[in-house]
């Protein structure tokens, strides 16, 4: 499995709960991820289809709560890689008050551009169309679903696009 989480009994449990929200298939079992078919999704594809790329890929994944959350890369080659995804589930993400699955589900998104070889560090959006001041990359930005046609697409695995399919519904996320 190239999906687990690590930590306290107490942190599985949170990962389990914020899993399920993505995709009801989801079940953390002794650290490791898996999807249980015999559970229908019908409200949650694109969660579903999250979960289960990254459990596909041949790049491991991990989860462990940290302060802050974020994704880092396994390796710095500029290639698919693996990630370490650190979440805090305290940490609620802006206009998503109902559920602490959103800031995972969002990680996690940068954990699956990361295993695609997506990710360039040099490709910034410049703040206010110029090239001073501050940029962020372009990818963070696809990632909320804020930026770029492809990453608007209904089928696009985007923190918006789960927002959008999550119940109760969470308002689109307008800026990063």
Request: contains cysteine; charged residues 15%; hydrophobic residues 35%.
């Amino acid at each position: 499995m190239s999906l687990t989480a690590g930590g306290s009994v107490g942190f599985l449990r949170q990962v389990n709960e914020a899993l399920v929200h993505l995709d009801p298939q989801a079940e953390v079992i002794n650290g490791r991820v898996y999807l249980d078919a015999s559970v229908e999704v019908r409200h949650h594809t694109l969660g579903h289809s999250l979960l289960r790329q990254l459990i596909q890929s041949p790049y491991q994944t991990h989860i462990v709560e940290g302060r802050v959350s974020n994704c880092d890369a396994t390796t710095k080659n500029g290639g698919a890689t693996g990630s370490r995804v650190i979440w805090n589930p305290r940490q609620i993400v802006r206009h998503a008050s109902h559920c602490m699955c959103i800031g995972l589900g969002h990680e996690l998104c940068h954990a699956l551009q990361l295993t695609q070889g997506l990710v360039s560090s040099s490709d910034f959006y410049p703040a206010r169309g110029r090239r001073v001041g501050f940029s962020i990359r372009v990818e963070t930005l696809a990632i909320t679903g804020t930026y770029g046609s492809q990453s608007w697409r209904r089928n696009a695995v985007t923190e918006n696009n789960l927002r959008s399919e999550h119940i109760p519904r969470n308002p689109p996320r307008p800026t990063y």
